[in-house]
Protein backbone atom coordinates (compact mmCIF):
# COMPACT_ATOMS: atom_id res chain seq x y z
CA UNK A 1 0.00 0.00 0.00
CA UNK A 2 1.02 3.36 -1.16
CA UNK A 3 0.78 6.40 1.01
CA UNK A 4 -1.84 7.76 -0.83
CA UNK A 5 -3.70 3.91 -0.89
CA UNK A 6 -3.64 4.52 3.67
CA UNK A 7 -6.77 4.99 5.00
CA UNK A 8 -6.54 8.15 7.60
CA UNK A 9 -7.32 7.55 11.06
CA UNK A 10 -10.35 9.58 12.89
CA UNK A 11 -8.87 11.76 15.58
CA UNK A 12 -10.88 11.96 18.16
CA UNK A 13 -10.95 15.28 20.40
CA UNK A 14 -11.12 13.92 23.96
CA UNK A 15 -10.64 17.18 25.84
CA UNK A 16 -13.54 17.87 23.76
CA UNK A 17 -15.50 14.96 25.09
CA UNK A 18 -14.64 15.45 29.16
CA UNK A 19 -15.73 19.14 28.59
CA UNK A 20 -19.01 17.95 27.02
CA UNK A 21 -19.30 15.40 29.68
CA UNK A 22 -18.56 17.97 32.96
CA UNK A 23 -21.03 20.77 31.10
CA UNK A 24 -23.72 18.03 30.53
CA UNK A 25 -23.17 16.25 33.91
CA UNK A 26 -23.28 20.01 36.09
CA UNK A 27 -26.41 20.81 33.92
CA UNK A 28 -28.14 17.58 35.31
CA UNK A 29 -27.05 18.73 38.75
CA UNK A 30 -28.03 22.02 38.31
CA UNK A 31 -31.39 21.48 37.41
CA UNK A 32 -32.07 18.20 39.80
CA UNK A 33 -30.95 20.81 42.79
CA UNK A 34 -33.45 23.79 41.39
CA UNK A 35 -36.44 21.37 41.06
CA UNK A 36 -35.51 19.84 44.65
CA UNK A 37 -35.46 23.40 45.98
CA UNK A 38 -38.61 24.29 44.13
CA UNK A 39 -40.54 21.53 46.29
CA UNK A 40 -39.35 22.07 49.26
CA UNK A 41 -40.51 25.46 48.98
CA UNK A 42 -36.78 27.28 49.10
CA UNK A 43 -35.90 30.24 46.70
CA UNK A 44 -32.46 31.08 45.80
CA UNK A 45 -31.09 34.24 47.14
CA UNK A 46 -27.99 34.74 44.58
CA UNK A 47 -24.75 35.25 46.10
CA UNK A 48 -25.90 35.60 49.54
CA UNK A 49 -26.04 31.74 50.19
CA UNK A 50 -22.12 30.91 48.66
CA UNK A 51 -19.48 29.06 51.94
CA UNK A 52 -16.04 31.19 51.85
CA UNK A 53 -14.25 28.61 49.37
CA UNK A 54 -17.11 30.03 46.79
CA UNK A 55 -16.83 33.81 47.57
CA UNK A 56 -12.85 33.48 47.50
CA UNK A 57 -13.01 32.00 44.63
CA UNK A 58 -15.03 34.57 42.92
CA UNK A 59 -12.87 37.10 44.57
CA UNK A 60 -9.68 35.50 42.95
CA UNK A 61 -11.81 35.71 39.23
CA UNK A 62 -12.60 39.24 39.63
CA UNK A 63 -9.05 40.24 40.59
CA UNK A 64 -7.83 38.32 37.45
CA UNK A 65 -10.27 39.78 34.93
CA UNK A 66 -9.15 43.38 36.35
CA UNK A 67 -5.96 42.36 36.03
CA UNK A 68 -6.27 41.22 32.18
CA UNK A 69 -7.72 44.57 31.32
CA UNK A 70 -5.03 46.71 33.41
CA UNK A 71 -2.59 44.91 31.08
CA UNK A 72 -4.12 44.93 28.02
CA UNK A 73 -6.12 47.50 27.63
CA UNK A 74 -4.77 50.39 30.26
CA UNK A 75 -0.87 49.76 30.00
CA UNK A 76 -0.89 47.81 26.77
Known sequence: MSAKQKKKRKVRNRTKDVLFDYVKTNN??????????????????????????EKTCIAVIVLGLIGIVLKYFVFG
Open 28 to 53: EYTDENRRRQEEEGLRSQGLKNLNAT
